[in-house]
Antibody, heavy 120, light 109 residues
């Protein structure tokens, strides 16, 4: 079954860090990019960044540069997103998303989402 | 990069057609044909409905179609069904990143 399975919900205090994992199965991990998108309650989705599982290249939205790190482990078909210096505005559901860069040029498979709550 | 503009809500009766608009700028929708639409039911992950402005993935109903004119893209749903009630989001490539719309809640009356 083609799917992305994310790690469970997290609660952190302001200033802390969180690392979310995303395990791919049912397809060749290195044939698609992995992007991260977050959505806060009552807001539209917001693109965070991407990685190429094949090359390890990464890119980030300007507002997350320096505070978010996206990595991957090809041996276990898993991507990771770490967010540092958390603030309350980072409270959101974070999705890992498969990006088809050869055909659809769209996000064609989404993980189930990971709720990250930042609260003192 | 500002979010794309979508109406907060639209509604229609079963069998009718509705259109959801998504307005951006010449730096996103107007500059690229990489506009896609997603459907999200409560508690579920988003599902790709339209890609590259007008294309439907395998398994998506023919009742869903997309178009673009200038800086505005549109999602058209014909023959509305109860199961179409969901939130819909548009997104566009910007040359170096992606921008999403705020989402439209579709209510089937």
């Amino acid at each position: 079954q083609v799917q992305l399975v994310q790690s469970g919900a997290e609660v952190r205090k302001p200033g802390a860090s969180v690392k979310v994992s995303c395990k791919a199965s049912g397809y060749t991990f290195t044939n698609y990019d992995i992007n991260w998108v977050r959505q806060a309650t009552g807001h539209g989705p917001e693109w965070v960044g991407w990685t190429s599982p094949n090359s390890g290249n990464t890119g980030y939205a300007q507002k997350f540069q320096g505070r978010v790190t996206i990595t991957r482990s090809t041996s276990i078909s898993t991507a990771y997103m770490e967010v540092n210096s958390l603030r309350s505005e980072d409270t959101a559901v974070y999705y890992c998303v498969r990006y088809d860069y050869t055909d659809k040029r769209a996000f064609d498979l989404w993980g189930q989402g990971t709720m990250v709550t930042v609260s003192s | 990069q500002s979010a794309l503009t979508q109406p907060a809500s639209v509604s229609g009766s079963p069998g009718q057609s509705i259109t959801i608009s998504c307005t951006g700028t010449s730096s996103d929708i107007g500059g690229y044909n990489y506009v896609s639409w997603y459907q999200r039911h409560p508690g579920k992950a988003p599902k790709l409905m339209i890609y590259k402005v007008t294309n439907r993935p395998s398994g998506v109903s023919y009742r869903f179609s997309g178009s673009k004119s200038g800086n505005t893209a549109s999602l058209i749903i014909s023959g509305l069904q109860a199961e179409d009630e969901a939130d819909y989001y548009c997104t566009s490539y910007t040359g170096s990143s992606w921008v999403f719309g705020g989402g439209t809640k579709l209510t089937v009356l």
